[in-house]
């Protein structure tokens, strides 16, 4: 989930989770940013979420295939 928020994907992300226009990072977050991101989660950044790792799985999966293609010799 980190790298989909640190993305810069996604949209209406509530700006107690941005720093400088940027996503604040995860590591710094207390109470009120952890609240903050499960509500968008659950909310108005749901079917963005939903989208959006689909896709990076998909690009995951097509890395994936092209490494096996490159590894075992069959890519010139």
Known sequence: MSALY???????????????????????WEEREISAWQRYLDEEG?????HLAASA???????????????NGLWS
């Open 46 to 50: 749901q079917s963005s979420v939903v």
């Open 6 to 28: 640190h993305s810069g994907e996604l949209p209406d992300l509530p700006s107690v989770l941005e720093e400088g226009g940027e996503p604040k990072p995860m590591d710094s």
């Open 57 to 71: 799985a998909t690009s995951y999966d097509e890395g994936i295939s092209q490494a096996n293609v490159v590894v």
